[in-house]
């Protein structure tokens, strides 16, 4: 199987503003989080992550041997809130106040309308959703106090294709851009920006596991501009670019990584 991990031949950016910043991510265990947490870390960022998965955690910190700082993992179902707020606490406590947070833990777990109960409905969003608004509640005195962060939140393209697979995800996902548009504006004030990042497909390991298939990967390639899988790490670099100085005019944005899909 092709390495998930892996990306077009290709010279990235590096930015020095993103050397020493602290940096939170959610869901970092595996797939577009475990590219974020690796991205981060070779900028010389010290990243903590969250994520249910300690034995994909651990791959994780081991990708980023050589780094200068090395990744923090704090085991935590995002689902619980609490215990998510005390990982955000711990983190700001051993690396210093947080200043990227980003929002990316969600599960696309497949289902149909006919069977979705309000318990699972309930399960999707908070999943998929209500974590991120927590998180964000979470880190924010600390950014309003510094007069500066960045808020990336990953979002779906899913919605917004009308993919009817998995309504539960797709509708929690749409709401990601409520939380942005709501929050870039309470926060632009304080000098924190809040943003989206939508992927199409991406060749993580867990999607060429479950969900790929030769028919599905022949309708997504003709669905999209440019005639081949997207990655994990170059996904990635959209992140770093809001995350740095760079970015330091975006706020309130969707921005789409998906190769071009319609």
């Given at each position: 199987?092709?390495?998930?991990?892996?990306?077009?031949?290709?010279?990235?950016?590096?930015?020095?503003?993103?050397?020493?910043?602290?940096?939170?991510?959610?869901?970092?265990?595996d797939g577009i989080?475990?590219?974020?947490?690796?991205?981060?870390?070779?900028?010389?960022?010290?990243?903590?992550?969250?994520?249910?998965?300690?034995?994909?955690?651990?791959?994780?910190?081991?990708?980023?041997?050589?780094?200068?700082?090395?990744?923090?993992?704090?085991?935590?179902?995002?689902?619980?809130?609490?215990?998510?707020?005390?990982?955000?606490?711990?983190?700001?406590?051993?690396?210093?106040?947080?200043?990227?947070?980003?929002?990316?833990?969600?599960?696309?777990?497949?289902?149909?309308?006919?069977?979705?109960?309000?318990?699972?409905?309930?399960?999707?969003?908070?999943?998929?959703?209500?974590?991120?608004?927590?998180?964000?509640?979470?880190?924010?005195?600390?950014?309003?106090?510094?007069?500066?962060?960045?808020?990336?939140?990953?979002?779906?393209?899913?919605?917004?294709?009308?993919?009817?697979?998995?309504?539960?995800?797709?509708v929690a996902k749409?709401?990601?851009?409520?939380?942005?548009?709501?929050?870039?504006?309470?926060?632009?004030?304080?000098?924190?920006?809040?943003?989206?990042?939508?992927?199409?497909?991406?060749?993580?390991?867990?999607?060429?596991?479950?969900?790929?298939?030769?028919?599905?990967?022949?309708?997504?390639?003709?669905?999209?501009?440019?005639?081949?899988?997207?990655?994990?790490?170059?996904?990635?670099?959209?992140?770093?670019?809001?995350?740095?100085d760079d970015g330091?005019?975006?706020?309130?944005?969707?921005?789409?990584?998906?190769?071009?899909?319609?």
């Amino acid at each position: 199987m092709t390495d998930p991990h892996a990306a077009p031949d290709a010279s990235y950016a590096s930015y020095p503003s993103l050397a020493g910043r602290t940096v939170f991510i959610t869901g970092g265990a595996d797939g577009i989080g475990s590219a974020l947490v690796s991205e981060f870390a070779a900028q010389g960022s010290k990243v903590a992550f969250a994520d249910i998965q300690a034995d994909k955690a651990t791959e994780t910190i081991e990708r980023c041997a050589g780094a200068d700082h090395t990744p923090v993992f704090y085991e935590v179902d995002l689902v619980d809130i609490e215990a998510l707020k005390q990982a955000i606490t711990d983190a700001q406590e051993a690396l210093g106040s947080i200043e990227v947070l980003v929002n990316n833990a969600a599960n696309d777990e497949r289902h149909t309308w006919q069977e979705v109960t309000p318990d699972y409905w309930d399960d999707r969003l908070n999943t998929n959703l209500r974590h991120f608004f927590f998180a964000i509640q979470a880190v924010a005195p600390a950014m309003i106090h510094r007069n500066a962060g960045s808020i990336i939140n990953i979002g779906s393209s899913s919605y917004m294709m009308q993919e009817d697979f998995f309504p539960g995800y797709a509708v929690a996902k749409s709401g990601v851009e409520g939380i942005t548009r709501t929050m870039a504006r309470t926060f632009g004030p304080h000098g924190i920006r809040v943003n989206t990042v939508l992927p199409g497909w991406v060749a993580t390991e867990r999607q060429l596991l479950k969900w790929w298939s030769p028919e599905g990967e022949a309708q997504t390639l003709a669905d999209q501009a440019i005639k081949r899988r997207i990655y994990p790490k170059e996904f990635a670099q959209m992140v770093l670019f809001l995350a740095a100085d760079d970015g330091a005019a975006c706020t309130a944005q969707q921005f789409l990584v998906d190769g071009g899909r319609r």
